[in-house]
């Protein structure tokens, strides 16, 4: 079976290293917000470029403690993207602001600025961008466009560790820059953690509070916060498994490179990825084609694991009814929802298995 993910053919070297580590921090007493994490945030800040990096539980939790870090909340619009994960929009309610959803372009998944455009309200506080499979469009251009409007520009950067613009890496664009270390992220903890990374200074003294119930010393809380706190064995596990993330991103990028050259099914249309390499880190690969149904019992017949992100778009899950959108509808990502397949595209898949995947994809209703 080639697998989406597969966590167990990782190398032997890594996983000893991880071993020694998960030793360390039993040793060592300290459990929560330690000098792992501190250690964790100090590494993490500098492969951003940024100065600050606050450890949180997990991705959205990250967003969520930016907004209101930010001081956004209820009466503020943000706007963002219905094809992601729950996880983004899920954060701008619990922080208690207003989600807009934009549709996106077809060609690249990525935002539409004109959809976004026509979701501008006057009550628009910020545009909270998704480096959706990776990759990271014109930044130059969508940060222009939020200065001249006034609004934040915001990055969920959950998907796109490394993945750079002119040599500036995600979430150093934005007010904050929001990264998950879910496991099947690029690059993964061994369980949820999450990091918010930013230049502004205050912004991250405030995330720091929150995290920890809105705490500034022992005991005194002069807001309400909530309980997000990163603890020593994901820091420092994270601490080895960035060792590795150059590595697994070029073998990502190698695997993305053989299926741009080599999936010639005219069923089968490929994701644009303008600009140079460094813009895209293969979080997924993902092909659209319109008979989705047929190819996955193909590729089931192959033993090939492919997976949908996202089959339900969020403005069309029962919970999310009434979040209003661009007033023309989302039809772009309506169409993706139905089309999109991401297949294997894992630092761990041999040359073999990359092989299988492309000849079974151009086999695929011959
Ligand atoms: C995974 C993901 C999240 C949520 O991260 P968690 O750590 O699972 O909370 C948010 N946004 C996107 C785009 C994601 O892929």
């Known amino acids: 079976m080639i697998l989406l993910n597969d966590f167990k053919a990782e190398p032997r070297e890594l996983r000893d290293a991880q071993l020694q580590v998960v030793q360390r921090v039993l040793e060592s007493g300290w459990y929560v917000l330690g000098p792992e994490v501190a250690a964790f945030e100090q590494s993490w800040a500098l492969v951003c470029g940024v100065p600050h990096a606050v450890g949180v539980g997990n991705g959205m939790d990250a967003i969520e403690i930016g907004l209101r870090a930010l ?57 909270l961008l998704v480096h959706r499979h990776g990759q990271v469009g014109d930044m130059d251009r969508r940060q222009q466009w939020a200065r001249a409007k006034g609004v934040h520009l915001l990055e969920d950067c959950a998907q796109a560790h490394l993945a750079s613009w002119q040599n500036r890496v995600a979430g150093s664009f934005g ?11 690029n690059l ?14 205050h912004l991250a003294e405030r995330a720091r509070r929150l995290r ?6 022992r005991y005194l809380h002069p807001e309400i916060g909530m309980n997000s706190r990163l603890d020593e064995i994901q820091a420092a596990l994270l601490g080895v498994r960035l060792r590795w993330l150059d590595a697994f991103t070029s ?41 989705r149904d047929s190819l996955l019992g ?12 996202y089959p339900v ?38 040359d073999g298995d990359v092989d299988s995947v492309i000849d079974a994809l151009n086999s695929y209703g011959r």
């Open 212 to 217: 920890s119930y809105g705490q500034s010393t």
């Open 298 to 309: 193909h590729l089931a017949q192959r033993k090939i694991q492919p997976l949908i992100h």
């Open 188 to 201: 993964g903890a061994i369980g949820d953690a999450g990091t918010l990374v930013t230049s502004d200074v």
């Open 71 to 127: 001081g956004l909340g209820p009466g503020d619009e943000v706007i963002a993207t219905s094809m992601t994960a729950f996880a983004t929009v899920l954060a701008i309610l619990r922080s208690g602001a207003t989600p807009v959803l934009a549709d996106i372009d077809p060609g690249t998944a990525l935002l539409n600025i004109d959809s976004v455009q026509r979701c501008l309200t006057p009550r628009t506080k910020a545009v």
């Open 175 to 185: 007010a904050f820059g929001a990264y998950s270390f879910y496991p099947t992220k």
């Open 251 to 291: 073998r990502r990028r190698a695997i993305a490179a053989r299926y741009l050259e080599s999936i010639s099914n005219p069923q089968m249309r490929l994701l644009d990825a303008p600009g140079n390499p460094d813009n895209h880190v293969y979080h997924l690969f993902v092909v659209a084609t319109d008979r």
């Open 313 to 350: 778009p969020v403005h069309m899950q029962s919970s999310c009814l009434d979040i209003k959108g661009d007033p023309r509808g989302l039809p772009a990502t309506e169409h993706h929802a139905a089309t999109c397949v991401s297949i294997p595209c894992h630092p761990q898949m041999a």
